[in-house]
């Protein structure tokens, strides 16, 4: 018996020898260093399977599981730790006279230490060939168990479960064993381990078992919410720190970017190439900007200013569309946020190269290599601009496919509107279609108008904003600041709102400037009375039948 716990009137001691460790790891990394420090310092091992044999390729000399268990490992690895010589070993308290007289009547020894890291399931199933037979066989079972019976009885018990604390506990054998304090963080670590991976887990299993709801949990079905499946009765998932941010939205609020562990999609897996760090707001407005550009499907850019678009186009090249976004309003392009859906090429350099320009951040899918090297060296803010690549893929895939947003005390989720609406869908509500020419422009303007924040209406020439009316507690407000922003370029362009009119009153402000037509969702109670108007002013009108709120 280790005689460090043998005294049944010790209590919990400061620091605990390391003399018998139970070693069994899928990370083999950094496996050769802690042998050989094990086997200077003495240490008897205990392992298994692969680990076992590694170990002894390093000439330690290791006794296997099944000779402690007295039973073989069986079903194919399944069962192997699972057993009292071995728990009884790991969590006997070391003051507790009753704990110790076990031991001793059935000949268990400690574990002074576990050494134990999981199977990689997070890695294994985000291959696309992996089949739920194949997942299923990497949900370590023993592990888990080891680890959080270890971390249980860190008074006692030394627990590792990441290779990057090798280093620490080869220096607490050297000197004499680890202290309280140190098992005490360690064990914390080792409950974030199993937390993490059993979150894993739970979010894999949920989607395999086609769990989406509690029986008697259906959600009320409302306008064309059947289309998408039942909301989850529980999300479970772990948040990294990714970003460490210098404050929030203002300089008195600390603040940090978080993503669910795994994923790399989104800005969760945003590369900086250059610049200043990113701030809260520039994260916020990356936000707004990547994600309109990515529902426009043409070479498109987009400029974003407190989470608004101030211009955005599309254009058969990314250079131009760009160029139309940053004229459409010069002066909040200003310190602006851009983004592009295609490669930022050495014209769009060119661009943003001219004098009395600056952007604060530059997103796209990639840039170019000389696109690079000319903003960071030719502009006077060549220093302060912000390059970033987002990749491409499903940003929503690690959070169940929600959208999470934070309220005081709570989380509202709801899935993305980040479907293309189809216009061949749309109905002519008024007694004449709008002319041909205009279809793509319609297109481009309501899909404009469902990132713009609420109240909100655009108005469009060709495929480029040219006004916005955003945030206005009433939408004749919205129509007419969307009006005198575009000015001239409202006559003969299109105008789009993200909801219905509920008066006719806005009717006469988009005649009076002379747009060419509407598009907008319908379904108000005066629907007849702004048709009405409509056909009175002789601007033709599609009603799309979906709304776009965005708050």
């Known amino acids: 018996m280790n005689t460090t716990h043998a005294n049944p009137t010790t209590p919990a001691v400061d620091v605990v020898p390391i003399r018998r460790v139970l070693v069994s790891v899928f990370d083999k990394t950094g496996l050769d260093r802690l042998a050989a420090a094990l086997k200077v310092a003495g240490v008897r091992v205990a392992s298994t399977g692969g680990t076992a044999?590694?170990?002894?390729?390093?000439?330690?000399?290791?006794?296997?599981?099944?000779?402690?268990t007295g039973f073989p490992e069986v079903l194919d690895g399944r069962v192997k730790t699972l057993h009292p010589n071995i728990f009884a070993g790991i969590l006997a308290r070391g003051d507790r006279p009753d704990d110790l007289a076990v031991l001793e009547d059935y000949g268990i020894e400690r574990f002074d230490a576990v050494i134990v890291n999981l199977y990689d399931f997070q890695s294994v199933i985000a291959k696309p060939d992996c089949t739920p037979a194949q997942a299923i066989e990497l949900i370590d079972i023993g592990g888990p168990s080891l680890v959080r019976a270890a971390a249980k009885n860190y008074a006692f018990t030394t627990v590792v479960t990441s290779p990057a604390q090798y280093d620490a506990l080869i220096a607490a054998i050297g000197r004499g064993g680890t202290?309280?304090?140190?098992?005490?963080?360690?064990?914390?670590?080792?409950?974030?381990?199993?937390?993490?991976?059993?979150?894993?887990?739970?979010?894999?299993?949920?989607?395999?078992?086609?769990?989406?709801?509690?029986?008697?949990?259906?959600?009320?079905?409302?306008?064309?919410?059947?289309?998408?499946?039942?909301?989850?009765?529980?999300?479970?998932?772990?948040?990294?720190?990714?970003?460490?941010?210098?404050?929030?939205?203002n300089p008195h609020q600390s603040a940090a970017m978080y993503a669910p562990a795994g994923t790399h999609m989104g800005l969760a897996g945003l590369k900086q190439l250059c610049g200043k760090e990113l701030s809260y707001n520039n994260l916020l407005d990356l936000d707004a900007a990547t994600r309109l550009a990515g529902l426009l499907q043409e070479p498109s850019a987009v400029v974003v200013k407190h989470t608004n678009p101030c211009g955005a186009a599309t254009d058969p090249t990314v250079a131009a569309a760009l160029a139309a976004a940053m004229a459409a309003d010069p002066t909040s392009a200003f310190g602006s946020i851009v983004a592009v859906n295609r490669l930022f090429d050495r014209d769009c350099a060119e661009l943003l190269c001219a004098p009395g320009l600056f952007v604060e951040v530059v997103a796209a899918p990639a840039f170019a290599k000389e696109?690079?090297?000319?903003?960071?060296?030719?502009?006077?803010?060549?220093?302060?601009?912000?390059?970033?690549?987002?990749?491409?893929?499903?940003?929503?895939?690690?959070?169940?496919?929600?959208?999470?947003?934070?309220?005081?005390?709570?989380?509202?989720?709801?899935?993305?509107?980040?479907?293309?609406?189809?216009?061949?869908?749309?109905?002519?509500?008024?007694?004449?279609?709008?002319?041909?020419?205009?279809?793509?422009?319609?297109?481009?303007?309501?899909?404009?108008?469902?990132?713009?924040?609420?109240?909100?209406?655009?108005?469009?020439?060709?495929t480029s904003l040219a006004g916005a009316g955003i945030g206005q507690t009433s939408r004749v407000d919205a129509v007419r600041i969307a009006l005198e922003k575009?000015?001239?370029?409202?006559?003969?362009?299109?105008?789009?709102?993200?909801?219905?009119?509920?008066?006719?009153?806005?009717?006469?402000?988009?005649?009076?400037?002379?747009?060419?037509?509407?598009?907008?969702?319908?379904?108000?109670?005066?629907?007849?009375e702004v048709i009405a108007a409509a056909d009175a002013a002789g601007i033709p009108m599609l009603f799309t039948s979906r709304r776009h709120f965005r708050h």
Not at 53 to 68: E, F, K, N, R
Not at 198 to 218: F, K
């Open 53 to 68: 044999t590694a170990l002894a390729s390093q000439g330690v000399v290791v006794v296997d599981v099944s000779a402690i």
């Open 486 to 528: 575009a000015g001239s370029k409202a006559q003969g362009g299109v105008l789009a709102s993200d909801a219905f009119f509920p008066f006719p009153d806005s009717i006469e402000l988009i005649a009076k400037a002379g747009i060419a037509a509407i598009v907008q969702p319908g379904g108000s109670k005066r629907d007849a």
């Open 371 to 462: 696109a690079v090297e000319m903003l960071t060296t030719r502009p006077t803010w060549k220093g302060s601009v912000r390059l970033v690549e987002v990749p491409a893929g499903d940003p929503w895939e690690a959070t169940a496919g929600l959208e999470l947003r934070s309220v005081a005390g709570a989380i509202l989720a709801q899935r993305p509107d980040d479907v293309c609406d189809d216009p061949a869908t749309w109905r002519v509500a008024t007694k004449t279609a709008p002319a041909t020419a205009l279809t793509q422009d319609l297109d481009f303007a309501f899909t404009l108008v469902r990132r713009l924040t609420s109240n909100a209406i655009a108005v469009c020439h060709g």
């Open 179 to 249: 202290a309280l304090a140190e098992r005490r963080q360690l064990a914390a670590a080792a409950f974030d381990h199993t937390a993490r991976y059993d979150a894993v887990i739970a979010r894999w299993m949920a989607q395999h078992a086609g769990l989406v709801a509690e029986p008697g949990e259906e959600p009320t079905v409302v306008g064309d919410a059947g289309d998408e499946p039942p909301l989850p009765a529980r999300v479970t998932f772990e948040l990294d720190r990714r970003l460490p941010l210098r404050y929030g939205e």
